[in-house]
């Protein structure tokens, strides 16, 4: 208020036009572009310029210098002024005056908003051919829609899934992200639309489901509250297809996992893709997101946090999104399984109890890696007892690292190591490493995994029945490849998981905070429990 009373040169005592009972920026920006020429209006900017010292020649007094108000600036300055402030502010500042309010339908300001706030980088003078204007743009399209933007998790059971809501040229796009087909977990992510929202014209934006195979078809976007919106599909006939659920289940096992039921000889394999195209396809497209974030990142993690996809077995590749908290370090599942569902905690390392592996031929015995795992479990239940500290079931507390605690860079430089150079930065960065193999016996999905690994710690993993019945953590080996790939080793199911980073890049994903990170963690796993 006072701001604007200064540049305008108008007091309060004056009685400016900005309300104290504030519209909201979307409604206030789309209001009617005909300048409204109340009598009011006109004293104030009379008003404005007495007071500038423009109307009859008196100052402020021979102590105070001239006062220039914002009035007299040329209209084409005033709108390279308008333009450099944030969109939310020009409706207040349009209730200043009858000048200003008329220099804020110039479409160059609301052009420069749009590219600036939402990275629009078309041409949007072509706008002027359908007769909707860059203010319409910026007020009922991405100012109306932009609590919906950033990476989401839809509620689909125990399968979750990660949506991008992004803009993209001239449209509010829902992009569902999946997994590269099994076991390709180097293989880019996958993406298709789910929905989008555009302005067609000056009433009001278009929401389109973009689900099935007949083209964009009538939908709805709603959002419940804070971090949570949901979808709609108003023609759910176009997401069926002439051949029945035979040709849509077909469809969904090629684009889902790039082959046919032919070619998958597992049978239960075979039942656990039947169960999700049935559980999955009942939505329609009909769905809540509830919103999450990136992990925050810190110099001295072990390698820089993220999304990963991951190999699971007969469940295939999923989503794992790596955090770090002080001396652990989690994997939450972003999606998920009828075993283990989206939300839960994966796997946990306890980055204090690094392991050391045997040389490669003693590697290859299981029952050695079984043996020097167990042993790692025992030290840590017995510093556990002797902290009083809290213990789970897999035997890693939660407990406040000791001050004397090895950090990983510190850890690097391994048993016989004296020189202080070799711990001068840790081996994720470094590139030293030592020859690894999996023990005999050991399952995997996918061989192709690297031959020299940098560093292993200890950790657990989340197992548990159909139904998330019994879950229960089991003791295994974190094994660390390089900044964008780790394993798991779990022991009791003799499986390992490879794990690779997620390349994209997501916009508006980013925490507010570290607390708001961690708030959010605890919300996605509470939904899945």
């Known amino acids: 208020m006072a701001v604007c009373a200064r540049l305008c040169g108008v007091g309060p005592s004056r009685g400016c036009r900005r309300r ?54 040329p209209p084409e300055l005033l709108v390279e002024i308008f333009a450099s402030l944030p969109g939310t502010d ?52 991405l100012h109306r829609y932009r609590h919906i933007l950033g990476l989401w998790q839809p509620d689909i059971g125990p399968y979750g899934g990660l949506l991008n809501v992004v803009v993209d040229g001239l449209f509010i796009i829902g992009w569902m992200y999946l997994p590269p087909h099994d076991p390709h977990v180097d293989d880019p992510m996958r993406f298709k639309p789910l929905f989008r929202i555009h302005l067609m014209e000056r009433k009001s934006a278009t929401v389109e489901c973009m689900y099935g195979h007949r083209g964009p078809h009538n939908g709805h ?18 997401h069926r297809m002439s051949g029945g659920r035979q040709e849509e289940f077909r469809t969904w096992l090629r684009e889902e996992w790039g082959r046919t039921l032919e070619d998958i000889f597992h049978e239960h394999m075979q039942e656990l893709i039947l169960m999700k195209f049935i559980y999955t396809s009942q939505y329609d497209n009909c769905l809540t997101y509830r919103r999450i974030y990136l992990p925050p990142s810190h110099p001295d993690d072990l390698i820089r946090p993220g999304l990963f996809k991951g190999t699971y077995g007969s469940h295939g590749l999923e989503i ?28 946990e390392i306890d980055l204090r109890h690094r392991i050391h592996l045997p040389d490669i031929e003693s590697l290859r015995d299981f029952n050695e890696l079984s ?35 090895e950090s990983p860079a510190e850890q690097a430089k391994g048993p016989g190591d004296g020189g202080a150079e070799a711990a001068a930065e840790p081996p ?87 607390q708001a990170f961690e708030e959010m963690l605890k919300n996605i796993q509470s939904l899945a429990s």
């Open 221 to 238: 976007v709603q959002i419940v509250k804070k971090d949570e919106f949901s979808t709609k599909c108003n023609q759910t006939d176009h």
């Open 371 to 405: 043996r020097i795992v167990l042993e790692v479990r025992e030290q840590v239940r017995q510093e556990q007892q002797q902290e009083g500290g809290p213990e789970d079931a897999a035997g890693l507390g939660r407990q406040s690292p000791q001050p004397c605690a």
């Open 428 to 514: 994720a960065q470094s590139g030293q490493g030592q020859p690894f193999v999996l023990p005999v016996g050991v399952s995997s999905r996918n061989e192709d995994y690297p031959r020299t690994c940098r560093m292993c710690f200890y950790g657990t993993g989340l197992i548990a029945g159909h139904g998330f019945t019994s879950p229960e953590r089991t003791p295994g080996v974190f094994v660390l490849f390089d900044e964008d790939r780790f394993g798991f080793i779990w022991l009791e199911l003799k499986s390992f998981s490879l794990y690779s980073r997620v390349q994209a890049a997501f916009r508006n994903a980013d925490a507010p905070s570290p």
């Open 90 to 141: 020009l409706p207040s500042l349009a209730q200043v005056c009858t000048k200003f309010r008329r220099i804020l339908h110039t479409d160059t300001i609301w052009r420069r908003r749009c590219r600036e706030e939402y990275g629009v980088c078309e041409n949007l003078r072509k706008l002027e051919i359908t007769g909707v204007s860059c203010r319409d743009v910026y007020a009922k399209l």
């Open 20 to 73: 104290q009972q504030r519209r909201g920026p979307a409604e206030a920006a789309a209001a009617d572009s005909e300048p409204d020429t109340d009598p009011e209006e006109e004293r104030i900017e009379a008003g404005a310029a007495a007071l500038a010292g423009a109307g009859d020649g008196r100052s402020a007094g021979p102590s105070s210098p001239p006062r220039c108000s914002l009035l007299e600036l």
């Open 320 to 347: 794992v999104m790596l955090s770090f908290h002080g001396k652990h370090a989690r994997g939450t599942k972003i999606t998920g399984d009828p075993n283990i569902p989206a939300g839960q905690q994966t796997v």
